[in-house]
C-alpha cells in the first residue's frame, strides 16, 4: 500500500511545462518535435494495443471499446488521434493550464476526451481502472519513477496493459538528447531534460515487473536527418517505448 503523502510529483517541472501550455499546438513552437515524434508513437501504441487484444491495426475503429489513460497527456497532442481511432480516452496532467489547452482544442475539433488535472496517485487512489495505461515522455519528468510505475501498474486492470516512452540514461543520450537538441539544435528549450533522471531500459522493466507487468516488447526510436522523420529501431541507446502486459 502507498504511504500517506507520497507523490511522484516535482513541481518544479510542472511548472516548466505549464509555461508552454499555450504552444502545444503549434507545430512550430517549443512543442515542434514532439509533433514530428507523435506518428511514430501513435502507430506503435495502436499497434500493441490493437494485437493485444485481438483486434486489426489497419482497422478504423481498432480501439473501441478499451478505456486508455494517458497520463502526462500535456495539451492531448496523443489523446485526441486515440480517441478518433476509437478509444475512451481520459487525459490526465498535473497542471491546469495544460488541461485547460486540451480541453479547449478538443472541443474546437469535436472530440470527447475526458481531461482530469489529477496526478497518477490520485487516479489510482479512487480506483480508476483501464485497459491501457500510457507513459509517454513522462518517466523521466516524475520525482520517483517506481512510485509512478507501481501506481500507474495499480490501474491496469487484468489482461490490460501499460506502455511507456521515455529516454536512455547513456553518454549518447546526454550528447543527443541534451547538448543536442537542447543547446546545439535547439529543438527542445534548454532544462527540458535532466539527464540523470533519464532511465534505463533495465531499470524501466525492472519497475514493472515488480509492479506485477510482464514486458512483452521494447523498441528503440530514432530520428533520421535525411528524412525528418522518427523510426522504430533496435537501437535504443536514446529514445525507446516498452510495452508490459497483465495477465488475465
Not at 2 to 9: A, D, F, S, W
Not at 12 to 37: C, I, N
Not at 52 to 61: A, D, L, S, T, V
Not at 169 to 191: C, D, H, N, Q
Request: charged share 25%; with cysteine; glycine share 8%.
Amino acid at each position: 500500500m502507498p504511504k500517506q503523502g507520497e507523490t511522484t510529483i516535482d513541481r518544479a517541472e510542472v511548472e516548466q511545462f505549464s509555461k508552454l501550455a499555450a504552444q502545444w499546438w503549434d507545430e512550430r513552437g517549443p512543442m515542434a518535435m514532439l509533433h514530428k515524434f507523435n506518428p511514430v508513437r501513435l502507430t506503435y501504441v495502436r499497434d500493441q494495443v490493437a494485437t493485444h487484444f485481438g483486434r486489426n491495426p489497419r482497422q478504423i475503429g481498432c480501439l473501441s471499446g478499451l478505456r486508455m489513460l494517458d497520463i502526462g497527456c500535456g495539451g492531448g497532442i496523443l489523446s485526441e488521434p486515440l480517441a478518433r481511432l476509437g478509444a475512451s480516452v481520459v487525459g490526465a496532467d498535473p497542471s491546469d493550464s495544460n488541461i485547460e489547452v486540451a480541453r479547449k482544442h478538443a472541443a474546437q475539433v469535436d472530440l470527447v476526451i475526458d481531461y482530469r488535472a489529477v496526478t497518477a496517485e490520485d487516479l489510482a487512489d479512487r480506483g480508476e481502472k483501464f485497459d491501457v495505461v500510457l507513459a509517454m515522455e513522462v518517466v523521466e519528468h516524475v520525482a520517483d519513477v517506481g512510485l509512478f510505475v507501481r501506481r500507474c501498474a495499480e490501474m491496469v486492470r487484468p489482461g490490460g496493459m501499460m506502455i511507456a516512452a521515455t529516454l536512455n540514461r547513456t553518454m549518447k543520450s546526454f550528447a543527443l538528447a541534451i547538448v543536442g537538441a537542447e543547446y546545439v539544435l535547439r529543438w527542445l528549450p534548454r532544462g527540458t531534460h535532466r539527464w540523470d533522471r533519464f532511465v534505463t531500459p533495465a531499470e524501466l522493466e525492472a519497475a514493472m515487473q515488480g509492479a506485477g507487468l510482464n514486458v512483452v516488447d521494447e523498441r528503440g526510436v530514432v530520428y533520421r536527418v535525411m528524412g525528418d522523420r522518427w523510426e522504430l529501431s533496435t537501437d535504443m541507446d536514446v529514445n525507446y517505448m516498452l510495452t508490459a502486459a497483465r495477465g488475465a
